[in-house]
């Protein structure tokens, strides 16, 4: 069975950190594109960052901020989130967008 389980989130203050991870099983996970993707409340999905084996992709409202990286050897793909925002408030899914393989989701409040 594919699986994509991701943990990390969690409240944090504004201007604080997080990171998340997301241990993949079930396929080949090293010759995938791998990336994250939240939604916000009332609001549709968003790429916020995905990862090849070489080059990354960010969206513009985490430019900066965010920054994804994968483990190969672990099958683990990770987002540090830091100088977070109220905006960045989201459940944070993992996914391999070619599969259309997706994870649970992990909740991200930034709030004071």
């Known amino acids: 069975d594919v699986q994509l389980q991701a943990s990390g989130g969690g409240l944090v203050q504004p201007g604080g950190s997080l990171r998340l991870s997301c241990v993949a099983s079930g396929f080949a996970f090293d010759d995938f594109d791998i990336g994250w993707f939240r939604q916000a409340p009332g609001k549709g999905l968003e790429r916020v960052a995905t990862?090849?084996?070489?080059?990354?992709y960010y969206a513009d409202s985490v430019k900066g901020r965010f920054t994804i990286s994968r483990d190969n050897a672990k099958n683990t793909l990770y987002l540090q989130m830091n100088s977070l925002k109220s905006d960045d408030t989201a459940v944070y899914y993992c996914?391999?967008?070619?599969?259309?393989?997706w994870g649970q989701g992990t909740l991200v409040t930034v709030s004071s």
């Open positions: 990862i090849s084996n070489g080059d990354g």
């Open positions: 996914a391999n967008p070619t599969l259309n393989y």
